[in-house]
């Protein structure tokens, strides 16, 4: 990991910042086609070493398309990407394609939601992760699967001898789920990019692994990127949460602080949702009408602004600009002035009722 | 397409279902429901004798009258076999189920018969309709099999998406591949409701959809309960929506059931210690007071070969010496609750410490 800092071309960049995203653009265009899906449009984001940040959306937000451009798994052929990714100091859009295999899995990996894609059935577990542990560093074979069992041991695998020769189908759920974090830690990254690991789980595996990632995550110092629309995992392993909506970041920030007090209209929609009392039995559930624009035409305005409650006409107008609140705390709305001073008129009626209902 | 002969009867709608034995009795009485699947290549992997999966292993349960039964648990322990064998789309090794004071199979209740009375809308929106169907036909569909003249089954078929909330004019010629996955859920929904079902079964029917639609789509069911004095069983992963949406809930570990009773009660005071750790997997919803522990290690265990005794005993911090020789049975535990566990079954050899933690005892198996 040092040797790769020293190699790499010093930028500009904050240096806090180990995992850099800049005005991130990310287009689909179908071969023979004039169709552009503008899945992407300007995701700023930075992760600091060691930082585990939640990419929280619902399907067709762009945050599974943002955390698969940082590892460039587009095809080519049919994606456009513009902006920059900075990681480790490295500019990813310029690597070149041996550069960009030593990157994938060396300095980043990946873990799925379903395992059994990610391994190969043919092949015992223990075997695909000695391949790629002396894909990365060259080693003997006993020392390479010293080293898986080492990997086993560290996600807590029972009896990691003997599970090393399973073979994937061989293995439940969980443990899969387990097998493919070894994997992905075999080229020992610094960060790793989670797409929706916990979702096909049982709740009582789900918060199992949960606590794994926040255990490696402090043990190894990993940086993680943690795509989910499920906002309890997020809340369980998330220093900073950012929030997606139609391909842009519609607010960041600190776990907590975000979590107490949303500021967009659309993340307090989603919370809402699930904030205590909500979803009392006999009571009609708060819901948000219309659908999420189509990502093929161009948005004017804000993008929220057609199922916003609190829209004015000057939302459909320009873009709006990402504001920020506090330092590392960032919104994407023109109305926040407008919308505290509601929030405040109604907040003495809301605590009245809050004391009732705990009461 | 048939139908079109058969159209001079007259009648505009399908014979209406009469409530037979009045609001106490239990819509659906299910008695020791069993199947069991057989693996085929057992002898290849050394079992022994046949091996059969175990997936829902002899359950009793009531599905009351209008209300909304709710089933958890985890995959693998049966909660989707028993949905599609009380839908009697597998059939049942051993059990009975009685419809409304009717047995299911009986001449009284033929088969046929019954389904009309019992619908079922799957996880899958997609997969559960003919891609090469328009919506309307896919609705359609049913009550035309069932004897409804074409013209008045497509007019049900439109009464029923703008009751759904999709406007007939703009949706009805529409292709599953057209809609949105919440829009595809409502025509399932529609299409269940063609037949007038009395009992709803919903098979994880809103967990594929995104939150917002999701709660659109809940919203949209209780209206319909209430306005056709639906029955539901609800069979969801989702603790919370489970919650918010029963009456009543079910819960299910390997093919067994092991606790029911009221949705409050069961939530506020769980009595199984699987309910109760199922209960606390639940995550945080406080980023400063994250879950320290799980409550649980490991995976279910395989229902091939499921442990003895207490199918739970395995994973239980309560689990004590006779927990694996002895199975609990479902026993009374106040206010319709029931529950199976030997800490509640009197002389069963448990001992019952006054803390009522763990206290952990070597397992002989």
């Not at chain 1, 070149?96 to 990996?109: K, N, P």
């Not at chain 1, 990993?222 to 909506?245: C, K, P, Q």
């Not at chain 1, 960032?330 to 407008?338: D, F, K, N, Q, Y």
Request: glycine share 8%; with cysteine.
């Amino acid at each position: 990991m040092a040797e790769t800092v020293q190699e790499a071309v010093p930028l500009a960049s904050a240096p806090a910042a180990w995992v850099k995203l800049d005005d991130l653009h990310v287009d689909f265009v179908a071969p023979g086609q004039a169709k552009v899906v503008h899945a992407v449009r300007g995701v700023d984001l930075a992760v600091a070493p060691g930082e585990t940040v939640a990419l929280i959306g619902e399907s067709g937000s762009g945050k599974s398309v943002t955390l698969r451009a940082l590892m460039r798994l587009h095809a080519p052929r049919t994606t456009r990407m513009r902006g920059r990714i900075t990681i480790a100091g490295r500019d990813v859009l310029a690597l070149s394609g041996r550069e960009l295999s030593a990157m994938r899995g060396g300095t980043v990996a990946m873990i799925f939601q379903e395992p059994l894609s990610v391994f190969d059935p043919v092949y015992t577990v223990g075997q695909q992760i000695i391949e790629t542990v002396r894909r990365h560093k060259p080693m003997s074979y006993a020392q390479a699967r010293q080293r898986a069992l080492t990997l086993f041991e560290q996600v807590r695998i029972p009896s990691p001898e003997r599970r090393l020769d399973a073979y994937p189908h061989e293995m439940s759920g969980g443990m899969r789920q387990r097998a493919m974090i070894a994997l992905a830690l075999a080229g020992e990254p610094t960060l790793l990019l989670a797409d929706e690991p916990t979702t096909a789980l049982d709740a009582t595996v789900q918060i199992q692994i949960l606590l794994l990632l926040r255990e490696l995550q402090s043990a190894l110092g990993l940086s993680i990127i943690f795509v989910t629309h499920d906002i309890g995992a997020a809340t369980e392993v998330a220093d900073r949460m950012a929030v997606m909506y139609a391909g842009q970041i519609v607010e960041q920030g600190p776990a907590a602080q975000l979590l107490a007090q949303p500021r967009h209209p659309y993340t307090q929609a989603l919370l809402n949702s699930r904030r205590h009392g909500a979803m009392t039995k006999g009571r009609r559930l708060d819901t948000l009408a219309g659908s999420p624009p189509d990502l093929s035409q161009t948005v004017a305005g804000c993008a929220f602004a057609q199922r916003c409650v609190h829209a004015i006409p000057a939302c459909t107008g320009a873009p709006p600009p990402m504001q920020t609140l506090t330092a590392g705390y960032t919104v994407r709305c023109i109305r926040l002035e407008a919308m505290a001073a509601e929030i405040d008129a109604h907040r003495c009626i809301d605590s009245d009722t809050a004391t009732v209902a705990t009461g | 397409m048939a139908d079109t002969e058969a159209t001079t009867t007259p009648h505009p709608l399908l014979p209406s279902l009469p409530d037979l034995g009045g609001p106490r009795q239990p819509l659906l009485t299910v008695r020791g429901l069993s199947r069991h699947f057989a693996l085929k290549s057992a002898a290849w992997f050394g079992a022994g004798g046949r091996a059969v999966v175990r997936a829902v292993d002899g359950i009793d349960f009531d599905i009351l009258k209008r209300e909304t039964l709710g089933v958890v648990g985890e995959s693998g322990c049966g909660k989707s076999t028993t949905a599609r064998l009380l839908m009697q789309l597998i059939e049942p090794d051993q059990g009975e189920l009685v419809f409304d004071g009717q047995t299911v199979g009986s001449r009284s209740l033929p088969l046929r018969e019954y389904r009309r009375q019992v619908q079922m809308v799957f996880q899958d929106s997609y997969a559960s309709l003919n891609p090469r169907m328009t919506i309307e036909d896919s609705i359609a569909f049913g009550p035309r099999v069932h004897g409804l003249p074409a013209r008045a089954a497509t007019t049900r078929a439109r009464d029923l998406l703008a009751r759904v909330g999709l406007e007939p004019a703009r949706f009805a010629g529409r292709y599953p591949h057209e809609l949105s996955g919440g829009q595809r859920q409502r025509v399932n929904i529609a299409r269940a409701l063609a037949l007038e079902p009395r009992l709803l079964i919903l098979d994880e029917a809103v967990s594929a959809l995104d939150k917002s639609v999701e709660a659109q789509v809940l919203n949209l069911l209780q209206d319909l309960q209430r306005e056709f004095d639906l029955t539901y069983l609800f069979i969801s992963h989702d603790l919370d929506v489970v919650r918010y949406i029963s009456d009543r809930v079910l819960v299910m570990y390997l093919g067994q059931l092991i606790e029911i009773g009221s949705a409050q009660r069961l939530f506020d005071q769980p009595l199984h210690p699987y309910t109760q750790a199922l209960l606390q997997s639940r995550p945080s919803t406080d980023p400063n007071h994250r879950t320290e522990s799980a409550p649980l290690a490991g995976d279910p265990p395989n229902p091939v070969n499921p442990p003895s005794g207490c199918r739970f005993h395995t994973r239980c911090a309560q689990a004590q010496a006779v927990c694996s020789a002895r199975m609990p049975t479902l026993v009374e535990h106040g206010n319709g609750s029931r529950v199976a566990c030997l800490a509640y079954e009197p002389d069963t050899g448990y001992r019952a410490n006054g803390s009522g933690l763990i206290m952990k005892e070597p397992i002989h198996g």
